[in-house]
């Protein structure tokens, strides 16, 4: 006797329960990161550096100690993608979160380097890399979570939901700031910072809740059941998809120009402009309640066009944008630079909203989740650490923004350039199957209708013959 398929309605429904619980999640998540990143463009200079260091340097190394997150990261993404692939999703992703959130509160409870000296920064550093690694391990799983569990033809719209936890931790972070800029600078170095840091415990707490009544994706189900995991996961990922994870891993510096805008220029605009603290942070604000708005219409414009021409018409925009945003805020106008700032949020916004499930589709069920954290935490790696620490030593050694400017629009380019190559070997029609999606059907037989009996002609189509030779070659 044979199990009826599930009606369309439940899959629609715990799809919804999916996507809304991977958005809160990684919302926490990436609050946590983020007040991090704001704290060190504002205060922590101030608080875990010596105060006889060169004017600038405790900013720098403020910013290196953000690089070390960065750094550990791929760590992060090999453990937790090791143990997604192993033993499911659910699972990895209570555990990061919980790392997040007792690495966040013990950051806000640190002494100072007044206090204790050097075991201030070096406190810092570790609880930074523990931040790195939960985050490394969590991005992948909150995305497989939402698309592998979207109706068909709408993983990339789903996985969308967990995009959307970056711009709204991100606001969440700012705004926490924003609220406490009008502290006298004395109590704000003093204590005010630390209070966002420790808000974090409550916030884990509902976080943990969610996490630990979500279900596992289908995919991992059929994977756990027919025993098609595989021993080591980051192994056969650099034996088989090695070129998939490099052209992943060029495809997302722009995911990273945030910290040029948010990290970098907030203390280029609050210590060498004539912005105060609290005006800044407000234009940031402003900026991410644009990005929160425009990024989702990038998955929809992906899951409609091919997938090529979607991603030239959002990040070609970029090469002049993102430049222009510097030379804006260089004017000290706040009407001028919050325009240009909105402006250039928008492209690499709709690329962010869109590019989880274009990588999420490159990969097979099985080594998925190592597969995707290997590509984003590699970019994180090279890029994403160390764009405010590169844009920083750039500023201190020419004393202009021109150079900082060009090297924001190489971003764009890169990244646009390995979409393209990507998207060639993968399949550029995300109403189709990829290859990795086709070989999974194949293999594992799994239910690519998720319940719907009516096959309709853009599901059951395989990838052209292109397509397969491209796989083969990976």
């Known amino acids: 006797m044979t199990t009826a398929p599930p009606k369309r309605t439940d899959v629609e429904t715990k799809a919804r329960r999916a996507g809304i619980a991977s958005f809160i999640g990684t919302t926490i998540e990436w609050y946590d990161f983020y007040i991090y990143g704001t704290a060190s463009a504002l205060v922590f200079g101030q608080v875990f550096f010596s105060d006889t260091l060169p004017a600038g340097m405790g900013t720098l190394l403020a910013f290196v100690t953000l690089w070390a997150g960065f750094l550990a990261r791929p760590i992060g993404g090999i453990v937790f993608g090791h143990l997604g692939d192993k033993i499911g999703r659910k699972n990895t992703l209570v555990i990061t979160l919980m790392m997040m959130g007792t690495a966040t509160v013990g950051i806000g409870l640190l002494p100072s380097y007044a206090q204790i000296g050097i075991w201030a920064p070096a406190a810092l550093v570790f609880l930074r890399v523990v931040q790195g690694v939960a985050v490394g391990g969590e991005w992948g799983g909150a995305v497989l979570i939402a698309s592998e569990n979207a109706p068909k033809g709408k993983g990339i719209l789903y996985s969308a939901f967990a995009q959307q936890g970056s711009p709204a931790g991100n606001l969440l ?72 994870v490099l052209l992943g891993a060029g495809a997302l510096p722009l995911a990273q120009v945030t910290y ?49 021409k979607a991603m030239c018409i959002m990040v ?86 021109v150079g900082v400017a060009f090297v924001s629009a190489g971003y764009a380019a890169v990244s646009l350039i390995c979409t393209l190559l990507l998207l060639n070997r993968t399949g550029y029609d995300a109403r189709r199957l990829s290859t990795a999606e086709q070989s999974d059907a194949d293999e594992l037989q799994l239910d690519t209708d998720q319940g719907d009996t009516d096959q309709d002609d853009t599901v059951g189509d395989a990838p052209s013959a292109g397509q397969a030779r491209a796989t083969a070659h990976t």
């Open 173 to 244: 972070a700012t705004m926490a700031f924003f609220l406490l800029s009008a502290m006298p600078t004395p109590d704000f170095v003093l204590y005010g910072w630390r209070i966002p840091f420790l808000i974090s415990a409550a916030l884990v707490i509902v976080g943990m809740i969610i996490r630990l009544k979500l279900e596992e994706s289908d995919a991992m189900k059929t994977v756990l059941k027919k025993k098609k995991t595989v021993a080591l996961p980051i192994g056969e990922v650099l034996r088989k998809h090695w070129v998939l």
């Open 316 to 401: 070609i925009p970029e090469f002049v944008l993102m430049p222009a945003m510097f030379f804006a805020i260089r004017t000290e106008n706040f009407a001028i630079a919050v325009v240009a700032m909105c402006l250039a949020t928008i492209p690499h916004s709709m690329f962010y909203g869109a590019i989880a499930g274009v990588l999420a589709r490159a990969f097979p069920a099985n080594i998925r989740y190592t597969g995707l954290s290997a590509a984003y935490q590699l970019c994180s790696l090279v890029v994403g650490g160390g764009t405010p620490v590169l844009a920083q030593w750039m500023l201190n050694s020419s004393g202009n923004i």
């Open 260 to 308: 040029f805008k948010n990290t970098f220029a907030l203390s280029w605009a609050t210590s060498e402009l004539g912005y105060d603290r609290g005006t800044f942070l407000g234009a940031i604000a402003i900026a991410l309640v644009v990005q929160f708005i425009v990024q989702p219409f990038g998955a929809v414009l992906v899951s409609r066009i091919d997938m090529r």
